[in-house]
């Protein structure tokens, strides 16, 4: 069974533990073909990001030259033993597009993959914008309430994948709100912005990552759901696995018993990305 993770953290984000040397060596000892350091692009840049402890939720914008070059003597280093392939996890903000093309031009060239994600909403009505992921706003999921949340949250990607000055070659944890185990009532609704999610997914021939860290978090379960995979199998959307690791002794969590499941739903590749091409290996 040939196993790749395309979701890593390490201590660069300044929410996670370990080294990317730590990582590399820890794929290695588990038998990983491919490991991806995908470490947060830097907030500091955006705005309306006032109520955001983005310090501590990726680099600096001074970090990311280390971190590329870090990361490039790395893949350097172990070459020979494994893939390792060099990537941002980067979160859209509405019509902050250009902000952030004016940093991520410069480098954009050195990355393998980029993750599109989104951990933070704006709902507009001045209180500004808050992580809905992040325990520590848990007070603002509950004023909002998860109906409005999981909405909002489908609606903001759909803009996410409409964009044309947004790049991204992976959408990471597609049912992210879910976290905390909040789920919502308005099924039908909701579901309804779920299907026009995965369709301009499709539309835009983009990856979605199996995200394996929600079974780590308190829903128990990865992101997304196993009748959101069998539609996604069904459009023939492409997948491949994330750990989410924030520590090296995340990496590839739980990836035997997803691929096997995988398998039952009739998946029999997983994407592979170098240098921003996609291929395929087999599962």
Known sequence: MILEDWHTHSERCHHATGTLEDFIKKGIDLGLRTIGLSDHFPYEFLNNIERIPYKEYAMTLEEIEDYLKTA???????????NVRISFEIDFFENQENKLNTHLDKIINRLDYILGSIHILDFHDGKGAWGFDDSRF???YE????NRVY????????KMLKSKNFRLDIVSHLDLPKKFNHRPSNKEEVENELDKTLELIKKRNLVVEINTGGFR????VQYPEED????????DIPILLGSDA?????IAWNFKIMI????KIGYTQLAHFNKRNRSFIEI
């Open 138 to 140: 848990l007070k603002d």
């Open 143 to 146: 004023y909002y309430g998860a």
């Open 72 to 82: 490039e003597i790395l893949r350097e280093k172990y070459k020979d033993k494994i």
């Open 246 to 250: 924030h520590s090296p002794a995340e």
């Open 228 to 235: 959101i995979i069998r539609k996604m199998y069904d459009l």
């Open 151 to 158: 909405l909002k949250y489908y609606k903001t990607m759909q």
């Open 260 to 263: 096997e499941n995988l398998k």
């Open 217 to 220: 978090k308190d829903v128990g």
